[in-house]
């Protein structure tokens, strides 16, 4: 078999990262589906074809490749994550999990962004993704998330990462969920139990048209205490919203604690608060949510909700490699446990101590105070 001095020149040139199986193909002068099927044993291969195909790969030096596998197996060792966003902390440590879970697995990683809740954008978004032939996560955190789960077509592996168990993917598709109900309620109370009369709550923008978890969170916590009940105040999801929601509730002299729905929303009400002279904790208690890598070191450190989207993400990811792989059945659903970081955001409304501990009830978070 004699290789062209075109093929010869490509391969040395490409010897550093090795001869793929395209570059097999073109030298014996095949299709690459061809060269996969000689390199797994297929039957339906010409003696003749077999022996010119086994012999570039020798002349080439071709190492069997994970390309290789997908083809002769029809399954592409790849993930692609579907999200509206790519740079918040949740959402960036999902997919940081997902990254590594990823990497371990040598599956190759992509990220299709949802710029759109639009049905026609987001069903041309889910479409390029299928097309790739690996399987699928959906970060379901917004509308457009939750439109690209239910847009997402039948018997392709996909698994969700939800913002609530109450509406998961349907069709028995295995998703992943983290407890912001439960998160919500247990920060609410902790502000509470402080003496606060009542908690404000800056909301981030929710994925379902009803009550998001987090803001049902917070009002069970009130109902349960009797406290009254403000409005919540809609945001969005970064310091600029915060600050906007936190200019109108510093400027009311009865507001004496805030919970809010990230951490990014706290830091732009902890300036609004510090700009209308209003002292952290002195006069306002603030906590946060996320418990994003800053927030220990902000002046005052920010007591926060702390979720492990890191390991959600992994969880997802591990979930998919068990449908894609073992074709198993859908796992039990994992979830991120909430945790209660009390740092000095958060303290006694003023002229009144908070009781020394709160009433606990089956199941609740055990908060835990930094330095």
């Not at 290789?68 to 740079?87: D, E, H």
């Amino acid at each position: 078999m004699n290789v062209t001095g075109h093929t010869r020149k490509t391969a040395k040139a490409g010897a550093k990262a090795g001869p793929s199986i395209r570059d097999v193909a073109a030298a014996a002068d095949v299709s690459y589906q061809t060269v996969s099927r000689v390199i797994n044993g297929h039957p339906s291969v010409r003696q003749s074809t077999r022996e010119r195909v086994l012999a570039t790969i020798d002349e080439l030096g071709f190492r069997r490749s994970a390309t290789a596998l997908a083809l002769a197996s029809g399954r592409s060792r790849s993930v692609t994550v579907l999200t509206a966003n790519t740079t918040h902390h949740g959402y960036a440590a999902i997919l940081q999990g997902i990254e590594e879970a990823a990497r371990g697995a040598s599956y190759a990683m992509g990220i299709g962004v949802l710029e759109s809740a639009d049905e026609s954008a987001v069903r041309a978004e889910v479409r390029r993704a299928a097309d790739t032939g690996g399987g699928l996560i959906v970060i379901a955190y917004d509308p457009a998330g939750v439109a690209a789960l239910g847009a997402v077509p039948a018997g392709l592996p996909v698994v969700g990462v939800v913002e609530t168990p109450a509406s998961p993917p349907g069709d028995g598709l295995p998703w992943v969920w983290t407890d912001d109900r439960r998160a919500a309620h247990e920060a609410t109370r902790h502000l509470l139990a402080l003496g606060h009369e009542t908690v404000h709550y800056v909301a981030i923008p929710s994925s379902t048209p009803g009550t998001a978890p987090r803001t049902a969170g917070w009002l069970a916590a009130l109902r349960e205490a009797g406290a009254p009940e403000p409005r919540p105040v809609q945001g969005g999801w970064g310091p600029a919203d915060g600050y906007a929601a936190g200019r109108k509730l510093a400027a009311d002299p009865a507001v004496t604690a805030i919970l809010c729905g990230n951490d990014d929303l706290a830091l732009g009400v902890i300036r609004a608060l510090h700009e209308a002279g209003r002292a952290i904790p002195g006069e306002v208690s603030v906590a946060g949510f996320d418990d994003a890598p800053g927030s220990a070191y902000l002046t005052p450190s920010l007591t926060s909700v702390r979720l492990d989207f890191t390991g959600l993400g992994r969880a997802a990811f591990g979930l998919l490699h068990g449908v894609v792989e073992q074709s198993e059945p859908v796992a039990p659903r994992p979830l991120s446990v909430p945790e209660l970081m009390v740092r000095e955001s958060s303290g006694p409304a003023a002229g009144r101590l908070g009781p020394a501990t709160v009433r606990r009830h089956p199941g609740a978070l055990t908060p835990a105070r930094e330095p």
